[in-house]
């Protein structure tokens, strides 16, 4: 990412010491928290146990994103969950998503947001949707966050470069629902 240690620490909101302290240890005491190792991951847009470089097959691991869990997601300030609630309504069928990945970074989405997705709404060309992948041979599925762009969905990320355009067929990939808003819990 041609960073410094102490700006990769900075930009991924940690102090500079809390990285070059642990790399810089030859003793091998010191540890790194998990909470450091997922700032950084988030930041750099690489999953946590995965060296830059490793390749995984695209599509099917760890899901992009998850349903929003205000007590599993806890530590955000109370004003979310006004909003959300806000958001939401009286209206069936609007769920509040967390993204987790870079996909659409490019759109503005970035991880750490929270999007409404409207299951009832048909997605129209330029539509962000969560769709489920299924894998075909070992029927693992993975919810994710992309673009319509009929009759494909597609990521648009400046971190993770151009990915294969996966076509909806109902089948194999499936639009669960379309982003009616976005809350950014952080500044």
Not at 66 to 81: E, F, I, M, T
Not at 102 to 108: C, E, I, R, T, V
Request: proline fraction near 7%.
């Amino acid at each position: 990412m041609n960073l410094s240690l102490s700006d990769l620490a900075l930009n991924a909101g940690l102090a500079a010491s809390t990285v070059t302290r642990y790399i810089n240890d030859k003793s091998g005491k010191l540890s790194v928290t998990e909470r450091t190792i997922e700032a950084i991951a988030v930041y750099s847009g690489i999953p946590k146990n995965v060296l830059p470089g490793q390749r995984r097959l695209p599509g099917f691991g760890e899901s992009e994103t998850v349903k929003y869990d205000a007590r599993q997601d806890g530590a955000l300030p109370d004003w979310v969950n006004t909003a959300i609630a806000a958001h939401k309504g009286n209206r069936n069928g609007v769920e509040p998503w967390l993204m987790k990945g870079w996909a659409l970074d490019q759109l503005g989405i970035l991880p750490g947001d929270i999007l409404m997705i409207d299951q009832n709404r048909r997605p129209k060309a330029g539509d962000i949707v969560v769709a489920q992948l299924t894998d075909p041979v070992t029927q693992r599925t993975e919810s994710v966050m992309r673009r319509f762009d009929p009759p494909f969905i597609t990521t648009h990320s400046s971190k993770m470069g151009p990915g294969r355009p996966e076509t909806v067929d109902d089948d194999r990939v499936v639009i669960m629902g379309v982003e009616c808003g976005v809350i950014r819990p952080r500044q």
